[in-house]
Nanobody
Framework: QVQLVESGGGLVQAGGSLRLSCAASGGTFSSYAMGWFRQAPGKERDFVAA????????YYADSVKGRFTISRDDAQNTVFLHVRRLTPEDTALYYC????????????????????WGQGTQVTVSS
């Protein structure tokens, strides 16, 4: 059973930065396409960023493009999301997710495409 554990969230002022991490265990990390989603209270879970198995395919939501960077380190079984120039609108619970047995270039943009989810890490941005 694959387990995903997010960390790195916190309270930050507008304009600040954080690095979110998602550590995977219980499977073969290099075979997973990975993604980050976020959910604010009372809202749906929204796509943020995704990275393919190869690491060469990356996709961002328009709302975070140019501010967020997704990366992966297969040696550490970890995917990262570096979030910069944060605004109060970025406040949400951030989840990482994995697609098992993904194609080499596959990038998932919808929650339904993902097989495994972490519990989330809270990011709160004060104005």
């Amino acid at each position: 059973q694959v387990q995903l554990v997010e960390s790195g969230g916190g309270l930050v002022q507008a304009g600040g930065s954080l690095r979110l991490s998602c550590a995977a265990s219980g499977g073969t990390f290099s075979s997973y396409a990975m993604g980050w989603f976020r959910q604010a209270p009372g809202k749906e879970r929204d796509f943020v960023a995704a990275i393919s198995r190869s690491g060469g395919g990356i996709y961002y939501a328009d709302s975070v493009k140019g501010r967020f960077t997704i990366s992966r380190d297969d040696a550490q079984n970890t995917v990262f999301l570096h979030v910069r120039r944060l605004t109060p609108e970025d406040t949400a619970l951030y989840y990482c997710a994995a697609v098992s047995s993904a194609g080499w270039t596959f990038i998932g943009r919808r929650p339904g495409e993902y097989d495994y989810w972490g519990q989330g890490t809270q990011v709160t941005v004060s104005s």
